[in-house]
């Protein structure tokens, strides 16, 4: 079928917005007609090159929500009709890594950048006569997507789409990574650094975990004001401004658990967020920088002498199949803002607003509507 989607087709150009051609979904694929897809620093990870990808044209987009309009041979899980959130690491349950628990890290995510589809390494999305690589091999920058069954989680039909898709990758990660990766326990002082979607949904996870204070930083006045709604008990400008505070706050403890959200990682910075992790304390680093980027600055003996860890986190260590329904029956019983996190809604056609607002920080996350128009 012939629809639309954004293209990138360089690194460091504006999002095109054009005609593309997406296949029919094959053996143990779906169709999804999507309805709304959030505004993810990931994805301008895409423009930059941070993230690279092996050719243009890229169909950005990896975070979204829709209904399934058509199946295909051997997809037993879902019918056309169902209500589904996109995983943006699919989930199979059957390799190493999901058999030992860790569904987030599934060996299928080695090909989320590739382009090519699971179920026979071929391409779904063409455009001006040439492949494209859709984003986490979903690209919800398009009204249609095929994807593979893996990579979708059934929802209650109820669910606004706008909020639900944010547990496709931003809630998830920053949620899960307060409660299964840092394993924040009740008493525990909590830092935040970088307040976006992954930190807002990172404090909401310190604060249902129990956490006495929680500490954000972010440089964005308005983002610190954000975050106090969503449960901060102190904000910061940066780690220099929120150093002696925390010094007298914790009795000179410093925080235990400290999780760094930022949507651009440097590593010139990890000693900064190291300083004040508390002794035997975790560093959790959920922001993505360059992805060819070693360069790091860190006290090695201060990370002996004070047995601190420092743990890396994908999509929040969760189980995308079950993680992603909870978290939606949170927000149900309103244990969990989603609203509150969706600063503003686009069309496709303003994707390029949407970024510029994200990267000026005017945004704790976008979110792009489909309407019928679209379809």
């Known amino acids: 079928m012939k629809t639309k989607g954004a293209l990138l087709w360089g690194l460091n150009e504006p999002w095109s917005i054009e005609e593309i051609e997406i296949g029919d979904p094959r053996k143990g694929e779906v169709k999804v007609r999507v309805e709304a897809a959030g505004i993810c620093h990931s994805d301008h990870h895409l423009v930059t090159g941070a993230s690279p990808m092996p050719a243009f044209p890229i169909l950005g987009g990896h975070e979204g929500a829709g209904v399934v309009t058509e199946v295909g041979e051997g997809v037993d899980r879902y019918v056309p009709g169902d209500h589904i959130v996109f995983s943006f690491i699919p989930a199979c349950g059957h390799c190493p890594a999901c058999q030992e628990g860790y569904r987030n890290l599934c060996d299928l995510g080695a090909g989320l950048l590739m382009g090519a589809s699971i179920s026979d390494g071929s391409f779904r999305i063409r455009a001006r006569g040439a492949d494209a690589y859709p984003m986490s091999l979903l690209g919800t920058f398009s009204p249609y997507a095929v994807v593979h069954q893996d990579s979708v989680v059934k929802i209650d039909p109820t669910i606004p789409f706008e909020y639900a ?23 525990h002082d909590v830092g935040v650094v970088g307040i976006g979607g992954v ?45 002696g505070p925390v010094v007298e706050l914790t009795h000179g403890r410093m925080l235990r658990k400290v999780i760094v959200t930022a949507g651009d990682v440097k590593g010139a910075e990890l000693d900064s967020w190291m300083s004040i ?53 949170l927000y149900q019983n309103q244990q969990l803002d989603l609203e509150g996190m969706v600063t503003r809604t686009y069309a496709l056609e303003q994707i390029n607003d949407a970024f510029d607002d994200m990267l000026d920080g005017r945004n704790i996350r976008g979110v792009i509507r489909y309407t019928e128009a679209d379809w």
């Open 199 to 243: 930190g807002a949904a990172a404090i909401q996870g310190a604060v249902r975990a129990g956490a006495r204070n929680i500490v954000a930083i972010d440089p964005v006045p308005w983002k610190l004001e954000q975050a106090k709604k969503f449960g901060a008990t102190h904000t910061f400008a940066s780690v220099a401004e929120a150093m």
């Open 165 to 187: 898709c944010l547990v496709g990758c931003g809630v998830t990660t920053g949620f899960g990574s307060a409660v299964h990766t840092a394993d924040i326990q009740p008493g």
């Open 277 to 329: 992790t508390a002794k035997a304390g975790d560093c959790v680093l959920t922001g993505v920088g360059n992805l060819l980027d070693s360069d790091v600055t860190l006290t090695l003996s201060m990370l002996t002498l004070m047995q601190k860890s420092l743990r890396g986190s994908i999509f929040g260590g969760a189980n995308p199949q079950v993680d992603i329904p909870m978290l939606l029956s």
